[in-house]
């Protein structure tokens, strides 16, 4: 399918905020966050974690039966590894915090009870680990140990 036509479709069924977003996982997969983000299931439904995604055609996003308002902000949240800062308000960060909370996107194994995923990527060091100020960052631990041995 040319991207037009893709193009042409995503706006159609996703509205024009969301279409850009969407069409993405159609043709490119390099800025697209599969870790804290939504993921293509393999049916062709839209996931964060274990749950579900619809996107409606005024670009509006359900979660667990919740509807949240589509900006370009959420989006950025929502699909993008390294995100547009400038397209970023307070109540984009609110609400992917709360998306994160109730699906578990967050945690390893996407367990409740889990601890929550630290990754090496731009978007866990500029977004991840400031939602969520008490994790660990990966690597310090071990470098202070090693610290440690040669002591």
Known sequence: MPEQEVTEFSTKHFGSVASPYVSAYAYRARNIDKGFGIRKGADGTFKIAKSIVDIDPQSNVYVQG?????TKGLFEFLTRKR?????ISCKDLKI????????NADRENHDPSG?????????FHDVISKLFPGTRKRGVEN????????Y
């Open 143 to 150: 470098a202070l140990r090693r610290q440690w041995i040669t």
């Open 83 to 87: 995100v547009n800062h400038s397209l």
């Open 66 to 70: 919740k509807m949240y308002e589509g």
């Open 96 to 103: 992917y915090r709360r998306i994160l909370n109730v699906t």
């Open 115 to 123: 601890v929550i995923k630290t990754r090496r990527g731009i978007k």
